[in-house]
């Protein structure tokens, strides 16, 4: 049990590969708040967890509102007596077009969902984590588009970048009180966000174009995500902070 004792909060758990780290956590002894705006979704990956004997909890949390995000940490120390690991996965994309072509609405939405987000879970768990005097970790899911960008995502690709970043510099800050700050910069898999990033149909042909880009020759999964989360998020990596981890099959080599 790598993760016995700790407890976690995974946002946009409900889906993809938040719920591929949620699950993989709860399998490793964490107690989970699913964090996510998909009560329905977040439900049933709680029922699923439980029914594998994990410990989870649902909390509705809008990742761009403060106080959806306080809530969230309340629920994490309510439930479960405290906080460890804070992992800043839900995000948002556009369809893949020109970025003359985004609205200032969506260009807001991106930068709160992808971004504000980071600042609102530092606001609310850091101080929890500090109050506790055990340090912490928070893990950022950025992308690959941070490192090596597609065109027609830019907007989207800028949110990556800013989330690289702010790993690096709160990995610093925060050194101090022993939080440990990492992210992972996943290549693009078969989620609900896949079709959106492709920007074409979700067929085999257009899946060639994607495939024929990354050295390994396939998409990557909630569960290589997940293992990679669930490395950063151990006390195996306990040396390991301002890490921006590629798994992504070779991509940005
Ligand atoms: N799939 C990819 O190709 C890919 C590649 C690199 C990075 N990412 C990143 O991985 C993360 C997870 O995305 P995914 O691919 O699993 O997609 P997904 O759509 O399957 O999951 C995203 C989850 O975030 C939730 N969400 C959206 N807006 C929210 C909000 N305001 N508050 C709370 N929850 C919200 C959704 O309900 C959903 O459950 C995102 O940050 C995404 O940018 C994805």
């Known amino acids: 049990m790598r993760l016995k004792d700790k407890v976690?909060?995974?946002?946009?758990?409900?889906?993809?590969?938040g719920e591929g780290i949620a699950k993989r956590y709860a399998e490793e002894g964490a107690k989970v708040v699913i964090a996510d705006i998909n009560d329905k979704d977040g439900e049933r990956?709680?029922?699923?967890?439980?029914?594998?004997?994990?410990?989870?909890?649902?909390?509705?949390t809008d990742v761009s509102r403060g106080a959806h995000v306080k809530a969230a940490v309340e629920c994490a120390t309510g439930r479960f007596g405290g906080l460890d690991i804070m992992v800043n996965n839900a995000g948002w994309a556009y369809s893949n077009?020109?970025?003359?072509?985004?609205?200032?609405?969506?260009?807001?939405?991106?930068?709160?969902?992808?971004?504000?987000?980071?600042?609102?879970?530092?606001?609310?768990?850091?101080?929890?984590?500090?109050?506790?005097?055990?340090?912490?970790?928070?893990?950022?899911?950025?992308?690959?588009a941070a490192v090596r960008p597609r065109p027609n995502l830019t907007w989207y690709n800028a949110t990556k970048g800013a989330a690289v970043n702010i790993t690096k510099s709160l990995s610093l800050e925060l050194a101090p009180d022993k939080i440990r700050v990492c992210a992972i910069n996943p290549v693009i898999g078969e989620t609900g966000l896949m079709e959106t990033f492709m920007g074409m149909p979700d067929t085999p042909e257009n899946r060639?174009?994607?495939?024929?880009?990354?050295?390994?020759?396939?998409?990557?999964?909630?569960?290589?995500?997940?293992?990679?989360?669930?490395?950063?998020?151990?006390?195996?990596?306990?040396?390991?902070?301002?890490?921006?981890?590629?798994?992504?099959?070779?991509?940005?080599?």
């Open 97 to 144: 077009r020109s970025s003359l072509e985004v609205s200032e609405e969506e260009f807001d939405k991106l930068f709160a969902v992808n971004v504000k987000s980071i600042y609102l879970a530092t606001l609310h768990a850091v101080p929890v984590f500090r109050a506790q005097g055990r340090g912490g970790v928070m893990l950022n899911i950025a992308s690959t």
């Open 208 to 253: 060639k174009k994607f495939l024929a880009t990354i050295p390994l020759g396939r998409f990557s999964t909630p569960l290589d995500i997940a293992n990679a989360a669930l490395f950063l998020a151990s006390d195996e990596a306990a040396f390991l902070t301002g890490v921006c981890l590629e798994v992504d099959g070779g991509r940005c080599v």
């Open 45 to 60: 990956v709680v029922e699923e967890i439980r029914a594998a004997s994990g410990a989870a909890e649902y909390c509705h």
């Open 8 to 17: 976690a909060i995974v946002t946009g758990a409900a889906s993809g590969f």
